[in-house]
């Protein structure tokens, strides 16, 4: 594991980096958020990596799942969006993808026809327990129906996998487990397949890494405001190239629940801070990103939530937002747009760091 | 969120910035009144979409004839079916653990050891309780929002 050298937090620097060819991967609440950020910001992307993600405002898919607005999106979220009792329940992808062609013409995110000769790649474990494959199924439905080229779109449902980001670390969960840390074993590194679909050409990872894994101070970017549900610290893997001036892209890594380096898991509803620190960096350093990107000049970011349930904002297992928990107005949940303050803070990171 | 205030010998590990009991009853008097309004409103939701699936589904009566909607309705039984028996098998799976631990619980070799291990037995058993409760209102809620949208797309396809 590569540290920053003297492990203090620096401001997030600017690099030499190719503007529009950075691209964005997550798992779960973070494949949910890739989704966002890539419909809001399609015109900064060439591609996405989404592994057990639903489709863009799946939470908005049926309204009177309960009276008030923001109650039916948490209601989605869970019966629709994760867990539908059959595939007639799961979302539909062609009303969320005209939902996404009006969000786009009232000018909250970018325009759909940037998604054109995009790469998507599309991941469900079939032994998904969390997020059903049903709901992924219509995630590919979803960017085929914006225009994807269905050639330009990877769909893997073929392995047993739980819940997870898929590695090759010994130590990881086996395959099959739908539990924290939700990063299992599966004999290759996912995070590799990602890369090497969305950007053609990459050099194979390297064998030890030559750049410093930064930690930055987050909260400039969502000016510390607690309803970002942020953490204080986001990371960043710079190969040492770049760091030297060499040409680069950016890939945004986005953790799933649960992940975030300072979640602290709940034992019957209360937070084991006796017991447990932090989760930990073990995304960060652990699911192979850096190694990929060390080799082929690509800048790692890795923004991260917290969890966070004050009665205000109801996020304990640290989430992404998808199902709009961070809007100042439930009737107008703004939580997909480009103003979304998760998904500002997130484009702004990208934007400091030349992208 | 608070740490629970746990004593060892003559130190206590108590946050000393924590109220004392008698000013924190005082505080929280208000706290069953709260409850009961969350239960009320949540209630009032509930009964509301309930509502709304009543009108839904007397609207459905004219599609009767659809063997696709049958079809379909008997899959939402039998989805709903399975989710029972996995959670049954759960429920039984768990029960097993805890009758094993308990016929294997070690000889302690404290009386605050013995003490703490059958608590523990208490506490996974409410733990097992807690599961099964919770998933079982869950899959109660799910039955709802999902029939709610199935017969919904019904009407409007």
């Known amino acids: 594991m590569v540290t920053s050298a003297n492990a203090k937090v620096v401001q997030l620097g600017s690099y030499n980096v190719k503007k529009g060819q950075s691209s964005i991967s997550g798992l779960s609440s973070g494949a949910f958020m890739t989704v966002q950020m890539h419909l809001a910001h399609s015109a900064s992307f060439v591609g996405a990596g989404i592994i057990a993600g639903g489709p863009f405002r799946c939470a908005e898919t049926y309204r009177w799942a309960a009276p008030l607005a923001e109650d039916a999106n948490i209601e989605n979220s869970l019966y629709i969006c994760m867990n539908p009792l059959v595939p007639q329940t799961a979302p539909n992808a062609q009303r969320l993808a005209q939902l996404a062609r009006q969000t786009a013409e009232a000018g909250q995110i970018d325009d759909v026809a940037n998604l054109a000769d995009d790469r998507v790649y599309i991941f469900t474990g079939s032994q998904d327990e969390v997020v059903y494959s049903d709901v992924v199924a219509r995630t590919r439905k979803f960017y085929e129906l914006l225009g994807v080229e269905p050639d330009n779109i990877v769909y893997d449902d073929s392995l047993p996998a739980g819940h997870s980001i898929i590695t090759d670390n010994p130590e990881d969960s086996p395959l099959p487990t739908n539990q924290p840390p939700y ?101 960060i350093t652990t ?59 997130i484009h702004g990171m990208l934007d400091r760091l030349g992208g | ?126 733990q097992l309780v807690t599961v099964q409760a919770t998933n079982l209102v869950g899959l109660m809620e799910n039955i709802e929002v999902d029939y709610g949208y199935w017969v919904s797309q019904k009407l409007h396809s």
């Open chain 1, 183 to 283: 990063i299992n074993n599966g004999g290759f590194m996912q995070s590799h397949e990602i890369l090497r679909h969305l950007y053609a050409g990459l050099k194979p990872p390297a064998e030890r890494l030559s750049g410093r894994l930064l930690r930055f101070d987050q909260t400039e970017f969502f000016g510390g405001e607690p309803r970002a549900s942020m953490s204080r610290f986001g990371y960043a893997y710079v190969p040492r190239a770049v760091e030297e001036g060499a040409p680069a892209r950016v890939h945004i890594a986005l953790h799933g629940c649960k992940q975030g380096y300072n979640y602290t898991d709940y034992v019957n509803g209360r937070a084991d801070i006796a017991n447990q620190p932090p989760y930990g960096n073990r995304y």
């Open chain 1, 287 to 345: 699911t192979g990103y850096n190694h990929i990107a060390d080799s082929n000049d690509i800048i790692v970011l890795y923004p991260q939530v917290e969890g966070m349930d004050d009665g205000e904002i109801q996020n304990p297992d640290g989430c992404w937002d998808w199902w709009g928990y961070t809007s100042l107005d439930s009737r107008q949940p703004d939580y997909y747009s480009r103003d979304a303050i998760q998904i500002k803070a």
């Open chain 2, 1 to 126: 969120m608070s740490r629970l205030p746990v004593t060892i010998g003559r130190r206590s590990l108590a946050r000393h910035d924590i109220p004392e009991f008698h000013e924190m009853t005082a505080k929280k008097a208000a706290a069953p009144l709260a409850h009961a309004v969350t239960t009320h409103t949540l209630l009032h939701k509930h009964s509301a979409r309930a509502f709304h699936n009543g009108v839904l589904t007397a609207a459905l009566t004219t599609h009767l004839m659809d063997p696709q909607i049958w079809n379909e309705s008997l899959q939402l039984q039998a989805a709903v079916m399975q989710r029972l028996q996995d959670q049954y098998r759960d429920w039984l799976k768990g029960c097993a653990i805890l009758m094993d631990d308990y016929s294997q619980l070690r000889q302690a070799n404290t009386m605050s050891k013995l003490v703490e291990k059958q608590c523990n037995l208490v506490t996974q058993w409410s």
